[in-house]
């Protein structure tokens, strides 16, 4: 070994940072596999006729059907040729947007009994768990932006795996990133949508332009819900950008709680105008019932 | 000082801070509570949001004013206030400061002190000269007044002394001139006093300061059945009860407090406190105490009289049935039993048991002498008799004899002799008996005699009138040889029928001294003091203190030639103590004349503690206030801070209990009817099922025995008297808490009058017995202190086993077995007979694991509350239970009756039939 000693200890940063990178991809698939295996698999053919694998129907064969199409053990039990019609099974291209923004990482309880993990925990593993449930049906899954395009195949969900555990970004709020979005295709946006409306607004108009539908689903904490503070307060935002003091918490939970619903409202109608689907999940909750919503959101807005 | 109303304040510019109270108001008013710091994501929903409420932005106007309040209480607090501050004399000119400064004033010495030096300090701003007098060390010469400060200096140097004041001559002990007197009195009359009192009075204006506690003071021990009887005395009836220590050596030698007794006056002046205590414990008391009492006067002393010694009498001869009076050991049985522990049995037994002291009667062939031998030489005294063994032998080969004897004895006065019986000798001055009067009526006709040797004067101690000894002694080892050259009977001698003989068998130190030492008890020695009593009641080493004459010593009067303490000559040891023999404490009474201040002066009370307490309290009490009002305090946290808060304010002011007593209501329903009690165990669930467990055997025995028993009772361990209770169930409990010192002596008197206690571990005796089990090591550290003989399994013939129902095992939920008292080693099994005769008696504890409370228990409606067992046998079970219940309340009460019926066929025999 003639190695300097410079480049063993590289080698040994390197492998200490890819440990750590690595140790990061398992539970998030895990937690992801573990709640995918809730939902029961349904199948989604498109009930017509077409390139797929599933057997659709036997019609006479005509004029242009080359011979090779023919089913001959078919044929061979009456006079006519049939040919072997296939269901035509299409996969759909479904893009994720994760919010990776710093109030995802928000929890009303860190510690004890009671603690939660962070909104992004949160949305990470319904969206790696959704992945996991459209892969397995067959769909190419990516993630929005050109960093993850759709595709098939497990090997992608190690590839989301790694994208999703990244860190999260530093400024509060996020915007969704609608390039690389393909025409057509479907698109899940995980968010708390507590930031401006505006991007949302715009991306959800963009989409829309492209004939791309798909799902909101807005991931909260129970606190940001109940508001339960009261006393002199001041509030920041996660990154400390946005402050906002009181001398009275309590007094402002009904103001608090008007403007969420406001919000919400404002969401809904954005989602119904563009074609999309809303709904909000608590991290205080289990998260089966949001996956099983947003699997059912994507089966209901196919086809 | 500064004085406002009754309240004063020892730093009275501290009050200026309360000034700056309304400016703090502002300030607080002005300051919002801090703010708390929150992450929150939905921040960007409430920008824009105002505040309705504005008031918030200011401390609430409670908070300030306990805040405030907590202030000021802190500000007046270290400014020193004091309730009914102790006012500066008045007066000019000398001042004279009389102490009595005798035992009684010692208690609350520091008190005194602190007003002496009030009025010398008085004196030394006023410029006024001050002589200062002890009454207890009265002055030699005529005192001359000097400046308070150098009697100031001379202060700490006057101590009580543990003596009541000395005659005083008021017309050559006081000072020259005219002067104002300040006496601080001990609280006790003397004859004297009024005279002194017009003495002072012709020279000026006298001030009494006296303490309205009363005095109190224990007299010397005495034994009264068995029981150390210690009386104490005080001056008037003390307000509150106080308790008596007895103090001694325990066997490391370490001194420890062996015994405590609560002192209770019940409104009389005198009240007599027996300690009923087993002998080992009793000998091994040096003092007894008032706790808390620093006084010589608190402080009893003990000696000789209330030490019984272990005597073995052993005699040569058979004893024989109806010849009693001829019996050699006779007449030392009716010496020694009132004031010795007599042992018996043969040599062997006897040095097993280590006694004090051995007296043979008549013994000649001591058949293990090297053993005696050892015996003495560890500090053993070995008294002999002569007799008509001892003159016939042949004793060259005894080694425990003081002197030489020749053999065979003379008798005189006989038919065949020549003079008349022989009287004896006045005693010499170095022999123990010095001093003891000889009464004619003594007589000797037969003895036996030493062999003529140069020491042999020297050995004798004394003698008859013709110089032939009577009583010879040598030291052997640590120990001593004595021979009486006399019969222990009265053969030989008159001398055991005189009242000589036991005062020679106290001088030789084998009984004790009945009670108070009389003067010819004493007289002929002299006594050196070992330990001295100082005023305050600590005991000291005499040191190289003089001795003192008997005759002195047994007047008791202690004064500065005669302290209080433990005087010994010889072996014998005597105590002074500081009240004398009889004596009363009458209270001292003053004339109208006379301004008495400490009677109705209130005591100076200083408030500072409470003050800062109050700070400190309201400061608490804003720590969770402020934390409510910020938000802090929410959920469980809240919960478990207020708790710890309210906890911490509450235990401050928690009045201290009173000492209650068993209700006369609560003893009538005790006592008036068998009841069946159980000890509370601390677990509410378990208490209700032992209460429940007795009501269900209280059934069983109403409906199948005579034994009706009134509805169960919780004991009430701290003010109950126990002895009106027959039958104690103690179900253990893994975390049960000890009952107190006092509360085991209650249990084992108890114990000791016949009751019994069933101790139930409840855990089915799974380790045998309670080794392991949380309960049954519970048991142990419960029962460790409690006086309970020997246990053993229940033998099958225990007298448990019959006394209503025919039981062979005792189960209750479980089926363990049981542990009662342990059967004698030498029970034999008596003719025809299927049992043997066991104790005599009933045992005082059972002790087992089978949670009977349970398998007794029924409930309101008369049905059992928890299963037994399963289905039939089960319910075989409970109803052997049942049995078991029965049996041991007819146990309890009526003892071994059924054994008795071991002497049936005796009976029947005796009868003819």
């Known amino acids: 070994m003639n190695a300097s000693p410079d480049t063993s200890v590289q080698a040994l940063a390197l492998r200490r940072e890819a440990e750590t990178a690595a140790s990061a991809l398992p539970p998030l698939l895990v937690a992801a596999e573990h709640l995918a295996a809730t939902v029961q698999m349904g199948a989604h053919g498109r009930r017509r006729a077409g390139t797929g694998e599933e057997f659709w129907q036997y019609r006479p064969a005509h004029s242009g059907d080359e011979a090779r199409f023919v089913d001959w053990r078919r044929s061979g039990r009456s006079d006519a040729q049939y040919v072997r019609e296939r269901e035509w099974q299409l996969a759909q291209s479904v893009h994720l947007w994760v919010d990776d923004a710093a109030s995802m990482n928000f929890t009303g309880a860190e510690t004890g009994r009671a603690a939660r993990a962070p909104k992004s925990e949160r949305a990470r593993v319904l969206a790696l768990a959704l992945s996991v449930l459209m892969i397995r049906g067959g769909e190419r899954v990516g993630l929005t932006g050109v960093a993850a395009p759709p595709r098939p195949g497990r090997a992608q969900l190690m590839a989301l795996a790694a994208l999703l555990s990244a860190p999260s970004g530093q400024q509060d709020y996020g915007t969704p990133q609608v390039a690389g979005v393909s025409a057509q295709s479907r698109a899940v946006f995980l968010s708390d949508f507590l930031g401006d409306l505006a991007p949302i607004e715009s991306a959800l108009g963009q989409l829309a332009d492209r004939g791309v539908t798909g799902v909101m689903l807005q991931v909260l904490d129970p606190d940001e819900e109940a508001f339960p503070y009261d006393g002199r307060t001041i509030f920041q935002s996660m990154s400390g950008a946005l402050v906002h003091e009181t001398r009275k918490a309590s007094d402002l939970r009904g103001r608090y709680q008007e403007r969420l619903a406001q919000r919400r409202d404002a969401l809904t109608r954005l989602a119904q105008s563009a074609g999309w689907q809303f709904s909000t999940h608590h991290t205080g909750d289990p998260a089966q019932s949001a996956l099983l919503w947003l699997y059912g959101a994507l089966g209901r807005g196919q086809g | ?913």
């Open chain 2, 1 to 913: 000082m500064m004085v406002l109303g009754p309240i004063g304040f020892t730093a009275p510019w501290l009050l200026l801070g309360l000034v700056a109270l309304p400016l703090l108001w502002l300030l607080l008013r002005a300051v919002p509570p801090a703010p708390i710091r929150r992450r929150f994501p939905g921040v960007a929903l409430l920008l824009g949001l105002k505040d309705t409420e504005v008031e918030a932005a200011r401390t609430p106007w409670w908070l300030l004013a306990l805040r405030l309040l907590a202030l000021a209480a802190a500000i007046i607090g270290f400014a020193g206030p004091v309730l009914n501050p102790q006012r500066a004399e008045p007066g000019s000119g000398p001042l004279l400061i009389i102490a009595d400064a005798s035992w009684a004033s010692a208690g609350n010495w520091r008190v005194r002190t602190e007003r002496m030096e009030r009025a010398l300090s008085a004196a030394e701003q006023a410029g006024r000269r001050v002589a200062l007098i002890s009454l207890a060390e009265p002055p030699v010469a005529q005192p001359t007044f000097s400046d308070a400060k150098s009697v100031t200096q001379a202060l700490p140097g006057v101590l009580p002394h543990p003596w009541i004041g000395q005659s005083f001559d008021a017309a050559t002990m006081l000072p020259q001139g005219n002067f104002d007197t300040l006496w601080l009195s001990d609280g006790l009359a003397r004859p004297d006093r009024s005279a002194i009192l017009s003495a002072l009075q012709g020279r000026g204006a006298v001030t009494v300061w006296q303490s309205q506690v009363p005095v109190l003071a224990l007299g010397a021990a005495r034994i009264e059945d068995g029981a150390l009887v210690v009386p104490a005395r005080a001056s008037a009836p003390p307000p509150s009860p106080r308790e008596v220590a007895a103090i001694g050596r325990d066997p490391a030698g370490i001194e420890r407090e062996l015994a405590r007794v609560p002192l209770d006056f019940a409104g009389k002046t005198s009240a007599d406190l027996r300690f009923d205590l087993p002998p080992e414990l009793r000998n091994r008391i040096t003092r007894f105490e008032i706790s808390g009492l620093r006084s010589a006067g608190a402080v009893s002393l003990t000696d000789d009289a209330v030490k019984r010694r272990k005597v073995a009498i052993l005699s040569g001869t058979r004893d024989r049935e109806g010849l009693q009076l001829l019996s050699p050991t006779h007449y030392l049985h009716e010496a020694l039993a009132p004031t010795a522990d007599l042992i018996e049995g043969t040599l062997d037994d006897v040095l097993t048991a280590d006694p004090d002291v051995i007296i043979l009667a008549d013994m000649a062939d001591l058949p293990e002498q090297s053993k005696l031998r050892d015996w003495v030489e560890k500090g053993g005294l070995l008294i002999r008799f002569a007799g008509p063994r001892m003159a016939n032998a042949d004793l060259t080969a005894d080694t425990l004899l003081p002197v030489r004897l020749r053999a065979g004895g003379r008798s005189i006065g006989g038919a065949m002799s020549w003079g008349a019986p022989r009287g004896l000798a006045p005693f010499p001055e170095d022999s123990p008996f010095a001093g003891l009067a000889v009464p004619d009526d003594v007589t000797v006709k037969a003895q036996v005699m030493a062999e003529p040797a140069p020491d042999l004067v020297e050995h004798t101690i004394a003698s008859l009138v013709d110089g032939t000894p009577l009583v010879t002694r040598a030291k052997l080892g640590q120990g001593a040889l004595v021979l009486f050259h006399v019969s222990a009977n009265a053969e030989w001698s008159t001398l055991p029928l005189s009242v000589l003989f036991p005062q020679m068998l106290e001088r030789l130190a084998v009984s004790a001294r009945p009670n108070a030492p009389e003067v010819a008890d004493l007289a002929g020695q002299t006594w050196v003091p070992q330990k001295l009593l100082d005023g305050f009641g600590r005991l000291r080493d005499a040191g190289a203190a003089a001795g003192v004459p008997g005759a002195e010593l047994a007047k008791a009067v202690a004064g500065p030639k005669l302290q209080p303490g433990i005087y010994t000559a010889d072996e014998r040891a005597v105590a002074l103590n500081a009240l004398g023999r009889d004596a009363v404490l009458t209270p001292a009474t003053w004339p109208a004349t006379v301004a008495v201040e400490g009677a109705t002066e209130t005591q100076e009370t200083p408030l500072k503690g409470w003050l800062l307490a109050l700070a400190l309290g309201a400061l608490l009490l804003d720590i969770l206030a402020a934390l409510a009002l910020s938000g802090k305090l929410r959920g469980p946290r809240a919960i478990k801070t207020a708790a710890l808060v309210s906890a911490l304010v509450l235990t401050g002011i928690t009045p201290p209990q009173a000492r209650a007593e068993m209700s006369e209501a609560r003893a009538i329903e005790a006592a008036s009817n068998v009841v069946l009690a159980a000890m509370p165990s601390g677990d509410p669930e378990v208490d209700r099922v032992s209460l429940a467990g007795l009501t269900g055997l209280s059934a069983v025995l109403n409906q199948r025995t005579t034994v009706e028993p009134s509805a169960p009772m919780m004991v009430d361990l701290k003010n109950d008297d126990l002895a009106v209770y027959t039958f104690i169930y103690w179900p253990i409990t893994a975390d049960q808490a000890a009952p107190t010192p006092l509360e085991y002596a209650k249990l084992n008197r108890y114990l000791r009058g016949g009751g019994m206690i069933l101790f139930d571990t409840r855990d089915a005796d799974v380790a045998g017995f309670g080794e392991a089990t949380p309960t049954g090591r519970r048991l142990q550290a419960l029962a460790a202190p409690l006086d309970i003989p020997p246990l053993a399994p229940i033998p099958k013939d225990h007298v448990l086993t019959r006394t209503f129902y025919l039981l062979q095992d005792f189960p209750g939920r479980y089926d363990g077995t049981i542990w009662v008292e342990a059967p004698p080693a030498d029970a034999a099994r008596a003719d025809g007979m299927p049992f043997r005769n066991l104790n005599d008696g009933v045992t005082p504890v059972v002790i087992g694991g089978n949670d009977w409370a349970e398998a007794w228990a029924v409930d309101a409606s008369g049905r059992p509350m928890f299963p037994v067992g399963r289905g039939r046998t089960g319910e075989r079970q409970r109803e052997i239970a049942n049995r078991f219940g029965v049996n041991l309340i007819m146990h309890v009460l009526t003892g071994n009756y059924k054994s008795d019926q071991v002497h049936v066929p005796a009976l029947l025999e005796r009868l003819g039939q």
